[in-house]
Nanobody, 120 residues
C-alpha cells in the first residue's frame, strides 16, 4: 500500500527540535522532487517544504522559513526535515510525498504521516 514511511515525530516543548525522516520502500527517490506537508485538525493540508531531485533547489513556506531545513540522501533513499525553534502552531500530522514532475506540480505516493505535537 504505502510507498513512503515517515518517522521522527513526537511531543516536544516550544523552542525544541525534531528531525523527521521519510524513507521510500518501493521506489528509488533519485529523480524525484520530494515534499513535506502538514495538516492540523480542522485545517486544510499545507505545503511545508520541497526539494529538487538532486537537492540543489529547496522551497519553504513562509511560516517555517529560517526554522526548518529540508535535505535528502538519495543513497539512503531518504528525505529529512529538520525542525528547529518549534512553535505550538507547528502541531500537525506531517506527510511526505513524491513530486510527479517537479515541486511546482502535483504529488503522489503519500506516506501515512507522523504526528508532531508542540506543547508545554
Amino acid at each position: 500500500q504505502v510507498q513512503l514511511v515517515e518517522s521522527g515525530g513526537g511531543l516536544v516543548q516550544p523552542g525544541g527540535s525534531l528531525r523527521l525522516s521519510c524513507v521510500s520502500s518501493r521506489f528509488i527517490l533519485d529523480g524525484y522532487g520530494m515534499g513535506w506537508f502538514r495538516q492540523a485538525p480542522g485545517k486544510e493540508r499545507e505545503g511545508v517544504s520541497c526539494i529538487s531531485p538532486s537537492g540543489g533547489i529547496t522551497t519553504y513556506a513562509d511560516s517555517v522559513k529560517g526554522r526548518f531545513t529540508i535535505s535528502r540522501d538519495n543513497a539512503k533513499n531518504t528525505v529529512y526535515l529538520q525542525m528547529n525553534s518549534l512553535k505550538p502552531e507547528d502541531t500537525a500530522t506531517y506527510y511526505c510525498a513524491r513530486a510527479i514532475t517537479s515541486c511546482a506540480g502535483t504529488f503522489d505516493s503519500w506516506g501515512q504521516g507522523t504526528q508532531v505535537t508542540v506543547s508545554s
